[in-house]
């Protein structure tokens, strides 16, 4: 198993430029998440979903789109990149949310800079 | 609202000594979860230890226990024999299982730092 995987896990962007994150997960996992993390912060919810075809807002979506065609793909877009959204990524899976099921899964990061 | 603290911005520990690292939480559900993580200077997230709000036994991983005191809402990682490879953020996390998100809340982390 790879587990949650990542692509890419570097990129600069120019004001205004788009881009699209990639999250992949063989588990076969309901849930996932993307994140951000900035400087002396902890983790903050971007978007999630709760299966196929389910998105929707976190703490912090605005400037962001995402989609789940497949179960294991999640997408995290940014439609017009700006100097604010320069950070670092995390996407996350879990099984079902439910109690008992307490890990989460988190993919190596993606280090995206906004000039 | 939920929210996770962690008052201690950084810390310092001797190696082979024991460290506490603090956790308070706040939410209104019964039922919960709380997690602690670790993130090295490369930057992945390490999943470390976890308890439900309805275990009664402090969750204990290795070197790694958690003091969970539920009416004073805290969650204390405890690391014992403390390693230089400990050097790290440690993150505080709880997920709430009322809602239908599932996400955790992250506490903005404590930069432990083991000296030899």
């Known amino acids: 198993n790879a587990g949650v995987t990542q692509t890419p896990k570097f990129r600069v962007l120019k004001t205004g430029q788009s881009m699209t994150l990639l999250c992949a997960q063989d588990?076969?996992?309901?849930?996932m998440y993307w994140y951000r993390q900035d400087p002396g912060m902890g983790l903050r919810l971007i978007h999630y979903?709760?299966?196929?075809?389910?998105?929707a807002k976190g703490e912090v979506p605005d400037g962001y789109n995402v989609s789940r065609l497949k179960k294991q793909n999640f997408l995290l877009g940014l439609e017009s990149a700006a100097p604010s959204q320069t950070s670092v990524y995390f996407c996350a899976s879990t099984l079902d949310g439910q109690p008992g099921d307490y890990e989460q899964y988190f993919g190596p990061g993606t280090r995206l800079t906004v000039t | 609202a939920q929210k996770i603290t962690q008052t201690q911005p950084g810390m310092f520990v001797q190696e082979k000594e024991a460290v506490t690292l603090d956790c308070t939480y706040d939410?209104?559900?019964?039922?919960?979860?709380l997690f602690w993580y670790k993130q090295p200077s490369s930057g992945e997230m390490i999943f470390l230890i976890y308890?439900?709000?309805?275990?009664?036994q402090n969750a204990t991983e290795g070197r790694y226990s958690l003091n969970f005191q539920k009416a004073r809402k805290s969650a204390n990682l405890v690391i014992s024999a403390s390693q230089l490879g400990d050097s790290a953020m440690y993150f505080c996390a709880m997920r709430d299982y009322g809602g239908s998100q599932g996400n955790l809340i992250f506490g903005k982390g404590t930069k432990l730092s083991v000296k030899p």
């Open positions: 979903s709760v299966g196929e075809g389910t998105t």
């Open positions: 308890q439900g709000s309805y275990d009664e």
């Open positions: 939410t209104s559900d019964q039922s919960y979860g």
């Open positions: 588990m076969n996992h309901e849930y």
